[in-house]
């Protein structure tokens, strides 16, 4: 079985920036897509980020575009997340998520389509 860890996030003034890692282990990793999702209380799960881990292609959330920026390691399965200018509705527990390019090409900004999920971790920005 797929796992999922999470690293990173924490506390963070308007302006600021943070890192969140993340690495798949275990089962059967091939061509995978890792992709990062939020969620603030009261709201709906808001796609972040997607990385293909194998071409490095990547896709961004309207709200996030310009400011975050997601890389990937395909030899150790991992992918990190930066983020700069932050701000107060950045604010959410931030997930990665991991699912075989077959399924999550051409949906990569759907929760349903990836299959492997983390835990889970805190962002907190201050304004």
């Known amino acids: 079985q797929v796992q999922i860890v999470e690293s990173g996030g924490g506390l963070v003034q308007a302006g600021g920036s943070l890192r969140v890692s993340c690495a798949a282990s275990?089962?059967?990793?091939?061509?995978?897509?890792m992709g990062w999702f939020r969620q603030a209380p009261g709201k709906e799960r808001e796609f972040v980020a997607a990385?293909?881990?194998?071409?490095?292609?990547?896709w961004y959330g309207d709200s996030v575009k310009g400011r975050f920026t997601v890389s990937g390691d395909n030899a150790g399965n991992t992918a990190e997340l930066r983020m700069s200018s932050l701000k107060a509705e950045d604010t959410a527990v931030y997930y990665c998520?991991?699912?075989?390019?077959?399924?999550?090409?051409?949906?990569?900004?759907?929760?349903?389509?990836?299959?492997?999920w983390g835990q889970g971790t805190q962002v907190t920005v201050s304004s």
């Open positions: 275990g089962g059967t990793l091939s061509r995978l897509v």
């Open positions: 998520a991991a699912g075989s390019a077959l399924r999550v090409l051409g949906r990569t900004n759907y929760a349903s389509s990836y299959t492997y």
């Open positions: 990385i293909t881990l194998s071409g490095g292609t990547a």
